[in-house]
């Protein structure tokens, strides 16, 4: 039968390629954006934030980028590895509710060795 | 630092019986919040505290939920009865503010069933 849920996008990658993962957020009033990692079995992890006043940020293997205009996200990992498969979720915050983040559905990165 | 600690790391009821789920965040954040992931509704915002101070519960489902933070180093989230639809991974996270980041620390969580 079918399966009842949410349908997370999925990316395959192989061992050693960049990986480009997509979100896109909802509230144009949105200044704060977070990107998590969530192994199997564990909490949401951070990775890294930008706020609306820049459109890169870079760490370390990865970066994020924003477009406000059309309201979308990436974060780019280099190299991808073994370790990076997980699910990864993007979330925003705006600054009227500092506190309060809305996640995204996240996506689901498998690397093949 | 032993991170974000919850307690029970699983548990399992029966329906109409009280749940109390525990949270300890790390020393010196002074905001924590409750989440609730499920497959069918993702990672969901439940309530979230500053300085011990309930500021946004709008996330929490119904009565039946409540959460406290007596201090700085302690918060519960009860529920009382439990229901079938109430099964889901419960994560409490901490924040803390560092070099321009607002960095969250989510426990490993706890796995409630109720059946």
């Known amino acids: 039968g079918e399966s009842v849920g949410l349908h997370l996008p999925t990316l395959s990658v192989q061992e050693g390629d960049n990986s480009i993962i997509n979100c896109a957020y909802s509230?144009?009033?949105?200044?704060?954006f977070i990107w998590y990692k969530q192994e199997s079995g564990k909490g949401p992890q951070f990775i890294i934030d930008i706020r609306s006043n820049m459109d890169k940020r870079q760490g370390q293997r990865v970066t994020v980028l924003l477009n406000k205009t059309v309201k979308h996200l990436s974060l780019q990992i280099a190299a991808t590895q073994p370790g990076d498969s997980a699910v990864y979720f993007c979330a925003e915050n705006d600054n009227t509710n500092a506190g309060k983040s809305t996640f995204g559905d996240g996506t689901t990165l498998t690397v093949k060795p | 630092d032993a991170g974000v600690i919850q307690s029970p790391r699983h548990e399992v009821t029966e329906m109409g019986q009280e749940v109390t789920l525990r949270c300890k965040p790390i020393?010196?954040?002074?905001?924590l919040f409750w989440y609730r992931q499920t497959m069918m509704r993702g990672l969901e915002l439940l309530i979230y505290?500053?300085?011990?101070?309930?500021?946004?519960d709008s996330g929490m489902p119904e009565d039946r939920f409540s959460a406290k933070m007596p201090n700085a180093s302690f918060s519960t989230l009860k529920i009382q009865p439990s229901e079938p639809r109430d099964s889901a991974v419960y994560f409490c996270a901490s924040r803390t503010y560092r070099d321009g980041s607002y960095e969250q620390y989510f426990g490993p969580g706890t796995r409630l069933t109720v059946t």
């Open positions: 505290f500053n300085n011990n101070v309930p500021i946004d």
């Open positions: 020393s010196g954040h002074n905001s």
């Open positions: 509230n144009s009033a949105s200044d704060y």
